[in-house]
């Protein structure tokens, strides 16, 4: 609550194995997901959603339908819509919720394996970056009414990973990941209809992007030997990307 001065450990609720992403539609309330811990003996893992209306002082689970088998990433428009992807036993999964966290349906994505990560600029409007169903290439999915649908995008060639989605709205997005041995970014200004890809060098891929504008973007992962984090800012949207200097005790992966 203090700028990242200060991170107090907070307690989660007994079952949970990992959470991979969070978001917070508001200063109070905060969802994030990953995986519970499989029941002895069995092998089989299960997505989980967890959420706090306190700023993080209690977290509580919510239910999700059978078949998802783990939960890589979660978008919040608002604290009554966010959607959830990851994978089932075949395909991508994309759970969504509108009721604030009552029920939370599943939709899969034809063409997909697994999804990453998930950006949705309005509550109709959605991307998500993950692979197609042979695991062999990157894909791009959108949805525009509302996750009834969701459409793969065609995508510049080369692409070897996409890893971390971000949308400043429903027109323009970046996708970040790796291409040809370095870390690569994929930006779109209308819709997704063409992505135009950036190679950024002294990387080897991205983990995940964030943007506080159309213009100011960073993109976070490997340098190029990987032997240490990276970080690469644009303030032209994306047009070019410069790396930036870590300090000496953060050089690992970010």
């Known amino acids: 609550t203090n700028?990242?001065?200060?991170?107090?450990?907070?307690?989660?609720?007994?079952?949970?194995?990992?959470?991979?992403?969070v978001a917070c539609a508001a200063v109070s309330s905060c969802r994030a997901v990953g995986l519970n811990a499989p029941p002895a003996p069995s092998l089989f893992v299960s997505g989980a959603v967890i959420a706090t209306s306190d700023g993080g002082?209690?977290?509580?689970?919510?239910?999700?339908?059978?078949g998802i088998g783990y939960l890589n990433s979660i978008a919040c428009h608002d604290s009554s819509n966010c959607w959830a992807v990851g994978a089932g036993s075949r395909t991508a999964v994309?759970?969504?919720?509108?009721?604030?966290?009552?029920?939370?349906?599943?939709?899969?994505?034809?063409?997909?394996?697994t999804l990453?990560?998930?950006?949705?600029?309005?509550t109709s409007d959605c991307w998500a970056v993950g692979y197609n169903s042979l695991s062999t290439a990157p894909t791009v999915v959108a949805s525009t009414d509302d996750g009834s649908t969701w459409t793969?995008?065609?995508?510049?060639?080369?692409?070897?990973?996409?890893?971390?989605?971000?949308?400043?709205?429903?027109?323009?997005?970046?996708?970040a990941g790796a291409a040809g041995g370095s870390g690569d970014v994929l930006s779109t200004t209308n819709g997704g209809h063409t992505w135009s890809a950036?190679?950024?060098?002294?990387?080897?891929?991205?983990?995940?992007?964030?943007?506080?504008?159309?213009?100011d973007c960073w993109a976070a992962g490997f340098n190029?030997?990987?032997?240490?984090?990276?970080?690469?800012?644009?303030?032209?949207?994306?047009?070019?990307?410069?790396?930036?200097?870590?300090?000496?005790s953060e050089e690992r992966r970010v």
């Open 57 to 66: 002082g209690s977290w509580t689970p919510e239910a999700l339908p059978n």
């Open 94 to 113: 994309v759970s969504r919720t509108t009721s604030g966290g009552s029920t939370w349906p599943k939709e899969t994505v034809k063409g997909t394996s």
């Open 198 to 215: 950036t190679k950024v060098v002294g990387t080897a891929t991205f983990q995940g992007i964030a943007c506080a504008s159309t213009s």
């Open 224 to 248: 190029s030997s990987f032997s240490g984090g990276a970080i690469a800012a644009t303030t032209d949207g994306g047009s070019t990307w410069t790396t930036e200097a870590l300090p000496r």
């Open 152 to 175: 793969a995008q065609s995508l510049p060639k080369g692409q070897s990973v996409l890893n971390g989605v971000v949308c400043q709205s429903s027109s323009d997005c970046w996708a």
């Open 3 to 21: 700028g990242g001065g200060t991170w107090t450990r907070q307690t989660t609720p007994i079952g949970l194995f990992s959470l991979s992403s």
């Open 116 to 122: 990453y990560d998930v950006a949705c600029p309005t």
